[in-house]
């Protein structure tokens, strides 16, 4: 039987990971992981990259994207073995970005108008500006006491920073990644905080737009979650998914549950024959 080693959830800095792809390679092979698939938040840019150095250390790249979706709780959608130079897919890719810049922007704007004696050089030397690193410098400067207070007094629905966003609908998102000749899978459904009997009619539902698989192995998932999502996936007729969703390590905030944090690469159990995602799409 052949036993692959797979992570099929992992960031680079090409989003909000801490390492490079040729990183991110080495240290699947250190691991002995043979298939790795970067899924980086809302960009392809990695993946290229990531494939030459794999390919001269052995090991497959599927090319991978996560889409933020626009649904009332969190909700990510993964997209395998997607066309990266899909015109559709690049062209949303920049959109997307334009519209963040724009939007960052009138925040830094309301910020600077609100906060006078704020010092926004701070916002010029963090690596990436979005609503934590935001939330870390108005902390610092004596405008909150943490996070929490950060997103009850300013960014939460009700707040004068709150974040506009203008994300994908689950039916577009499917189908974006569907025409770039991907396979859809929504990521980490432990993490939306539904019901199991919620869980799978929304899967339903997504079933009929076109899903196809279920992370369903995920790194915050603990044993028993594990195996619910297997077996609606197998009800489904899903594919069976898991990856360990790597950013990099000690980044998150303190606030988050242990199991909410970064996770190692590859923590994953060893995809065997009978249930290796990779199997079943390339069947
Ligand atoms: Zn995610
Ligand atoms: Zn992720």
Redesign the pocket.
């Known amino acids: 039987m052949t036993i692959h080693y797979a992570d099929f ?1 992992i ?1 680079t800095c090409c989003s909000d990971g801490d390492f490079t792809t040729s990183e991110i390679v080495e240290r699947a092979c250190q691991l002995g992981i043979d298939i790795i698939s970067i ?1 980086d ?1 809302n960009t392809v840019d990695g993946v290229s990259d990531a494939k030459n150095r794999a390919e001269q250390r052995g090991i497959t790249v599927i090319p991978g994207i ?1 889409l933020s979706i626009d649904y009332p709780c969190e909700m ?1 959608l993964l997209g395998y073995y997607i066309d990266i130079d899909n015109r559709t897919l690049l062209t949303y890719i920049k959109e997307k970005m334009e519209a963040e810049f724009i939007e960052l922007l009138r925040l830094l704007h309301k910020i600077h108008k609100h906060f006078p004696g704020i010092d926004m050089d701070k916002f010029l030397k963090v690596r990436r500006v979005n609503a934590g690193s935001i939330a870390d410098v108005l902390i610092a400067q004596g405008y909150a006491s943490d996070r929490n207070d950060v997103q009850q007094r300013y960014l939460g629905k009700t707040g004068f920073l709150r974040v506009e966003r203008n994300e994908l609908k689950p039916a577009h998102g499917i189908e974006l990644i569907r025409q770039a000749g991907g396979v859809a899978v929504l ?2 459904p432990g993490r939306m905080g539904l019901e199991d009997q919620e869980l799978f009619e929304f899967l339903k539902e997504l079933r009929k737009m076109g899903i196809g698989g279920l992370e369903c192995y995920h790194a915050s998932h603990n044993e028993q979650m594990e195996a619910q999502c297997c077996e609606m996936a197998k009800d489904l007729g899903l594919l069976i998914s898991g990856g360990s ?1 790597y ?1 990099g390590l000690g980044r998150r905030a303190p606030r988050e549950e242990p199991q909410q944090r970064d996770f190692a690469l590859g923590i994953l159990k060893p995809f065997l024959d009978e249930d290796c995602f990779l199997r079943c799409i390339t069947d």
């Open positions: 959830h960031h899924t938040h996560e990510h990521a980490h969703d950013h």
